[in-house]
């Protein structure tokens, strides 16, 4: 299969500091053939904490000890939507300024099955004050990124263009921000799970992209033994499962902004990603 890229997508990706190679006939597993320029930013990112193992590891137990948060497994989108918004279920709520559901095609009343599902880590302060994932600088990113795969969580502006591949909806393992962008502990994550869960099993993506170690970890804890253990770049560069649906695991934006030569990486999952949906 090939991948066509427009003149705009390859500016974009050209903007972001990825140059594309593509073969002539291109097999999936050829789509990581990808160079990247390894020039550097000139504005430095506000640094966002890379989120370490050490909660992610102690996840397991206490998941089993929380999992089971009311009902949740049963809601609809609005009344999921509504328990999100006034959840008490851990520490967070008293810190948060808004919760974070998510954003894109699915974020008003009904949901909608989407193409594209993006789960992020947590929201930061950024977020928390305008109640959107990825707003910040890590958030441009992805917005280009997404861009540059015909993607837009704001799907009327790529509809209208014509350039349109699909629908996305963007969100994040856990609802609420940190204190200070701290790691989230076990406890908030295993507390949290049952809303992304739930999100999924609504909207029902074709394809899911998790963005980060704790994306990672949330969704392929039942089917990647040593998920924990593994690093991020080895949990890369294939297609996993989360219950039937098909999930690649990638960089956060935020670490590829102070590693920008990952950027090229980022560029190849999301290059994985579009063909094996264009393969379904
Ligand atoms: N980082 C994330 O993982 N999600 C956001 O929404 C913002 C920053």
């Known amino acids: 299969m090939t991948l066509n890229l427009d003149t705009r997508q390859r500016a974009m990706l050209a903007e972001m500091g990825v140059r ?3 073969p002539q006939s291109l097999e999936p ?3 990581a053939h990808v160079q990247v320029a390894s020039q550097e930013a000139s504005a430095s990112p506000a640094p966002q904490p890379v989120r370490s193992q050490t909660a992610a590891q102690a996840l397991e137990p206490v998941l089993a000890q929380f999992q089971a948060l009311e009902g949740v497994a049963e809601m ?17 709520c008293n810190s ?6 998510g954003a894109g095609v699915a974020a008003d009343a009904t949901p909608q099955a989407v193409d594209w599902m993006i789960v992020g880590e947590v929201p930061a302060a ?11 600088d890590a958030g441009v990113l992805l917005d280009n990124m997404l861009r540059a795969c015909g993607l837009s969580r704001t799907p009327d502006a790529e509809k209208e263009s014509g ?21 989230p502990k076990p406890e908030e994550l295993a507390q949290c799970l049952p809303y992304l869960q739930r999100q999924i099993a609504l909207v029902q993506p074709k394809i899911i992209v998790a963005m980060g170690r704790l994306a990672a970890n949330a969704l392929l804890q039942a089917t990647v033994s ?8 080895k949990l890369r560069g294939q ?19 102070r590693n920008l030569p990952e950027k090229g990486k980022v560029w190849a999952d999301l290059c994985l990603a579009m063909a094996h949906l264009q393969a379904l």
Request: charged share 20%; aromatic share 10%; proline share 7%.
């Open 20 to 22: 594309v190679w593509l």
């Open 29 to 31: 597993v050829e789509l």
């Open 76 to 92: 609809d989108w609005p009344a999921l939507q509504a328990s999100v918004a006034e959840c008490r279920a851990c520490g967070l």
């Open 96 to 101: 948060r300024k808004n919760t974070v559901f």
């Open 126 to 136: 950024a977020e928390d004050e305008q109640a959107t994932p990825f707003v910040g």
């Open 163 to 183: 350039r349109e591949k699909g629908s996305v909806f963007v969100t994040n393992v856990l609802k609420c921000t940190t204190p200070g962008n701290r790691n």
């Open 226 to 233: 040593d998920v924990q253990s593994l690093p991020l770049g």
């Open 239 to 257: 297609v996993h499962r989360y219950n039937n649906t098909p999930v690649v695991v990638t960089y956060h934006p935020a670490y590829v902004m």
